[in-house]
């Protein structure tokens, strides 16, 4: 190649990965912003250490182990199996250190909290070995990868945080708007309590394992999805975590705006021993539905999440449900499976109406659909069905805040017009994607030859 060919060709590429470099340092620099604006909420509001405390303290002090072990999982996505090996192998070989330390100390540590550390020190290790002993593509990569480890970790505190700012800056509660619009669906949440009462205890721990468990899940799909990073040396243009993210950092924006406790803890007994029936507006939930009646907010504690409005459980399982169809037969099972499953928990359990689940069905896809139209640059029939979920997602939560009573009144009109505003955003989303990958399946245009000049 002529090197004035290989100077524009370095020019294209340096082009073309500068928007990229300014993408990754404007949502870092987001990121940093929020952290530090919860920690001043957190502070302020209710008295307690942010999510960069926390984040701090578990370099030391004993962690929750679930996130950051899931999290290191994530990292090693961009490792050889040689160096995840290793960094499994540090990673618990830390902790036992730390557990020792802590015992021969006699150090307090909260039951279940005893490891951590370890997958939190290889993560920040591999961020240092990418910067001190990597360069060019394989730096970048190792770095990404941390950075979707921590991401999760972080992600996870953030929503923590978030639910604590709810229920400190929050003291009524709209449980009443949505136990009246809940008519319209039949008051799903008391009837499925009342089934989940009648199956016994198996299908009540079965239920609330998969309820407890859906990060793990949602991490199985997750390195499935991302198994061949490491010899690709780069990741899928989107991948289910993405998804999660946004879901998590979006959704608590809408608690704000529609503080809701849920069934168990407005009309019955609460749930480990935060709410109770002192605060409940009747000891009503699972057998007898609440009476139609004009709502109005009911003042609650300051202990209780208001995380119900959308429900983000459903959200997440519906989106681990559509990243699960392009897998082998076991995992598309699963995901149908964990959707079911934790439909019936969110119900059953008494943490969410059913008007929640039509909510956040709406709510999944409109941000499935949002990232994925960016990733394709704003193409003009992702646009239309982000604008019409929005839409619909936002008529939802109007039609539940001031129309309850009418809708309880006109169940039989209601309930239909409702599962069919979900299912006219299910249907675009299908058709939308479906049109996108029939485009990606086309063949490339061949190029067209130049005409050659006629002999003389």
């Known amino acids: 190649m002529p090197i004035v060919d290989q100077v524009f060709s370095r020019t294209d590429i340096a082009a073309r990965r500068r928007p990229q470099v300014l993408l990754w340092a404007a949502a870092g620099v987001a990121a940093l912003a929020l952290l530090v604006a919860l920690e001043i909420a957190a502070r302020r509001y209710a008295g307690v250490p942010g999510p960069l405390t926390t984040q701090v303290r578990e ?64 993560m920040l290790g591999c961020a240092v070995i990418a910067l001190t002993r990597r360069t060019g593509r394989e730096r970048t990569l190792m770095l990404k990868g941390v950075a979707l480890g921590l991401l999760l970790v972080a992600g996870r505190k953030i929503g923590d945080t978030w639910l604590l700012i709810t229920a400190k800056t929050r003291p ?45 899940a949602a991490i199985v799909v997750a390195l499935y999805q991302l198994r061949n990073v490491a010899t690709e040396r780069r990741f899928p243009r989107h991948h289910l975590v993405r998804t999660f993210l946004a879901i998590g950092l979006l959704g608590p924006a809408i608690y704000m705006i529609f503080p809701v ?21 009747a000891d009503l939930w699972p057998h007898t539905p609440p009476p139609v009646h004009i709502p109005h907010p009911v003042p609650y504690d300051t202990i209780t999440p208001r995380n119900c409005m959308p429900s983000l459980h459903t959200a997440w399982a519906t989106a681990i449900f559509i990243h699960t169809r392009k897998g082998p037969r076991l995992l598309r099972f699963a995901g149908a499976f964990w959707l079911v499953a934790t439909l019936s928990a969110t119900l059953g359990f008494g943490y969410h109406y059913g008007v929640d689940l039509v909510a956040g069905v709406v709510f999944s896809l409109t941000i499935e659909t949002a990232l994925r139209t960016y990733d394709r640059g704003w193409d003009r029939s992702g646009i239309r069905l982000v604008a019409y979920g929005t839409a619909v997602f936002a008529a939802l939560l109007a039609a539940y805040r001031w129309l309850p009573v009418e809708m309880a009144e006109h169940r039989w009109v209601s309930g239909p017009l409702l599962i069919l505003a979900m299912a006219s955003v299910i249907y675009g989303y299908v058709r939308t994607t479906r049109r996108w990958q029939a485009k990606e399946r086309e063949p490339a245009p061949m190029p067209r030859a130049e005409p050659q000049p006629e002999l003389v």
């Open 59 to 122: 370099v030391i002090f004993a962690p929750k182990p679930g996130p950051l072990y899931g999290g290191m999982a994530l990292m090693m996505v961009v490792l050889t199996w040689r160096q995840r090996f290793i960094a499994a192998g540090a990673a618990i070989g830390i902790d036992v250190v730390f557990v020792l330390v802590r015992w021969a100390i006699g150090a307090e540590v909260p039951e279940g909290h005893y490891f951590g550390n370890g997958a939190l020190w290889v």
């Open 261 to 281: 406790v849920g069934p168990v803890f407005a009309y019955g007994p609460g749930a480990s021993g935060t709410g109770g029936v002192q605060w409940a507006v």
């Open 172 to 216: 009524t509660v709209l449980d009443p708007y949505l136990a009246t619009a809940d008519h319209a669906l039949g008051n799903p949440s008391w009837a499925m309590g009342r089934v989940l009462d009648a199956i016994g205890p198996v299908g009540d721990r079965l239920l609330e394992t998969v309820y407890a468990q859906l990060a793990v």
